[in-house]
């Protein structure tokens, strides 16, 4: 039991890391503190749903639905951007938008996929870890060399120093939107996976992600760091992994799974005052 609890948590923490990612890089390089991923993770999801039920590859209805769920971090940019309104806020509307945007999609709370072909279809466990891993290779390595690009850069620059970037003529902008687009890019991508994974969508999938992502993220830098870009992309990685064997041990020393979401908050109150 314990080893099948471990490989789970290996296999959910995988999942989780693209969401830390997604979570990572406006509150990290962009210093824009943002919640869409409430509304990208569920959203990855149901589209990739849909496109399975419509009988297209599977790993076409990852892209597909990554790249339109990506979509949801401009919109997100653009309001703050020209309408002046909180990044939190912005986050907060678009999500609670999306979600009836998704059961208009779906046309019911939740849809089966036991029956459509996925990546994962007839798979044993340790190749799902496998292919998880792949998918994390894929998308987070451009990523990495991005960042270190007269692009990457300029991304960077912006949420260091705004003021900086603008005497610099560096487009506050382009780059704010193009960071949302591939954060809510990685959320997207989880949500579609996890669907394949799961083999059903539910309405309320991505309700907590963005705290989970956040816990994530701050036992991963609480560990290694994230005073450079390697630890910062290092970091929501090694904190998915960790936090989800977290979860883990707790229900096997006895918490209920409907303990797990205080625990959560209780590991990132204590991630925050071990910084203080």
């Given at each position: 039991?314990?080893?099948?609890?471990f490989?789970?948590?290996?296999?959910?923490g995988?999942n989780?890391a693209?969401v830390?990612?997604?979570?990572?890089?406006?509150?990290r390089?962009?210093?824009?503190?943002?919640?869409?991923?409430?509304?990208?993770?569920?959203?990855?999801?149901?589209?990739?749903?849909?496109?399975?039920?419509?009988?297209?590859?599977?790993?076409?209805?990852?892209?597909?639905a990554?790249?339109?769920g990506g979509?949801?971090?401009i919109?997100?940019?653009?309001?703050n951007?020209?309408?002046?309104?909180?990044?939190?806020?912005?986050?907060?509307?678009?999500?609670?938008?999306?979600?009836s945007?998704?059961?208009?999609?779906?046309?019911k709370?939740?849809?089966?996929l036991f029956?459509?072909?996925?990546?994962?279809?007839?798979?044993t466990?340790?190749?799902?870890i496998a292919?998880?891993?792949?998918t994390i290779?894929?998308?987070?390595?451009?990523?990495?060399?991005?960042?270190?690009?007269?692009?990457?850069?300029r991304?960077?620059a912006?949420?260091?120093n705004?003021?900086?970037?603008?005497?610099?003529?560096?487009?506050?902008t382009?780059?704010?939107?193009?960071?949302?687009?591939?954060?809510?890019?990685?959320?997207?991508?989880a949500?579609?996976?996890?669907v394949?994974l799961?083999?059903?969508?539910?309405i309320?999938?991505g309700v907590?992600i963005?705290?989970?992502?956040?816990?994530?993220?701050?036992?991963?830098e609480?560990?290694?760091?994230?005073?450079s870009?390697?630890?910062?992309?290092?970091?929501?990685?090694?904190?998915a992994?960790?936090?989800?064997?977290i979860?883990g041990?707790?229900?096997?020393?006895g918490?209920?799974?409907?303990?797990?979401?205080?625990?959560?908050?209780?590991?990132?109150l204590l991630?925050?005052?071990?910084k203080?």
């Amino acid at each position: 039991m314990i080893s099948e609890i471990f490989l789970t948590g290996l296999l959910q923490g995988l999942n989780l890391a693209l969401v830390a990612y997604g979570v990572m890089i406006p509150f990290r390089l962009l210093d824009f503190p943002d919640l869409t991923s409430e509304g990208a993770y569920p959203l990855g999801g149901t589209l990739c749903a849909i496109i399975l039920i419509s009988g297209l590859n599977p790993i076409l209805a990852i892209l597909f639905a990554s790249l339109l769920g990506g979509l949801l971090g401009i919109g997100t940019a653009l309001i703050n951007l020209r309408f002046k309104v909180n990044s939190l806020l912005a986050g907060i509307i678009l999500s609670t938008m999306i979600y009836s945007v998704n059961l208009r999609i779906m046309g019911k709370p939740n849809l089966a996929l036991f029956e459509q072909l996925t990546i994962f279809s007839n798979q044993t466990i340790f190749f799902k870890i496998a292919i998880l891993l792949f998918t994390i290779c894929i998308f987070i390595l451009p990523l990495a060399l991005f960042l270190k690009t007269e692009m990457g850069l300029r991304l960077r620059a912006v949420g260091l120093n705004p003021s900086f970037a603008k005497r610099q003529k560096i487009s506050i902008t382009l780059y704010t939107i193009l960071g949302l687009f591939i954060a809510n890019f990685y959320n997207s991508l989880a949500g579609s996976i996890i669907v394949q994974l799961q083999s059903y969508m539910d309405i309320g999938m991505g309700v907590g992600i963005v705290i989970h992502a956040l816990a994530a993220l701050m036992i991963g830098e609480t560990i290694i760091g994230n005073d450079s870009v390697n630890k910062q992309l290092i970091a929501p990685l090694i904190g998915a992994l960790v936090y989800q064997q977290i979860q883990g041990m707790a229900l096997i020393i006895g918490f209920s799974p409907s303990d797990l979401k205080f625990l959560t908050g209780a590991i990132v109150l204590l991630v925050i005052a071990m910084k203080k």
